[in-house]
């Protein structure tokens, strides 16, 4: 299990964050930013990117093949590229959490969980606002019912949650 912060805005919608190492920024760094629309790192990201290539091609390629080609500079280059990389997966998650608070989004829970949609649906589980249950309440038929911890909408012979995987053979006891 993963633990996932929950962030809440003032109209009640929520989100999830994992905590801790970002895998994707990790490998994707400047990539990732751009993607999660954190401009300031993926500039930042891209312009080291870029400067480690210059180098890379004009002190290192060149000579290469020399007899007094110093193996040195090709470490200190890799162990750059480590860094920026540890740097962006360290510190990945905790720039979106930066830019939802920004949005006007509050830190509201943390919940262990395996995936995000998971964490969201155990916290409004846990009573917090969910509009969606009074409405999912009156839409249930005959072979269906809501789950007890999350309130999706699930078949009544259902033993296991689709959603929030909770175990319903021990509700029902």
């Not at 911890?149 to 021990?170: P, Q």
């Amino acid at each position: 299990m993963k633990e996932f912060i929950i962030y809440e805005n003032s109209i009640k919608q929520c989100v999830a964050l994992k905590n801790g190492w970002s895998w994707a920024a990790f490998f994707l760094n400047w990539l990732w930013a751009f993607y999660k629309r954190i401009p300031e790192a993926g500039i930042l990201g891209l312009i080291i990117n870029i400067a480690i290539m210059y180098y890379h091609q004009t002190q290192i390629v060149p000579y290469m093949h020399s007899a007094n080609f110093n193996t040195n500079y090709l470490i200190i280059l890799l162990a750059i590229i480590l860094l920026v990389n540890v740097a962006f997966g360290a510190n990945g998650n905790k720039w979106v959490a930066g830019k939802w608070i920004n949005k006007g989004y509050s830190t509201k829970d943390i919940i262990s969980a395996n995936s995000s949609q998971e964490a969201i649906a155990i916290y409004l589980g846990k009573g917090k606002s969910n509009p969606t249950n009074e409405v999912q309440e009156n839409n249930l038929d005959s072979d269906t019912k809501s789950c007890p911890f999350c309130g999706e909408i699930i078949k009544k012979v259902a033993i296991k949650c689709r959603y929030c995987k909770s175990n319903l053979e021990e509700q029902g006891a």
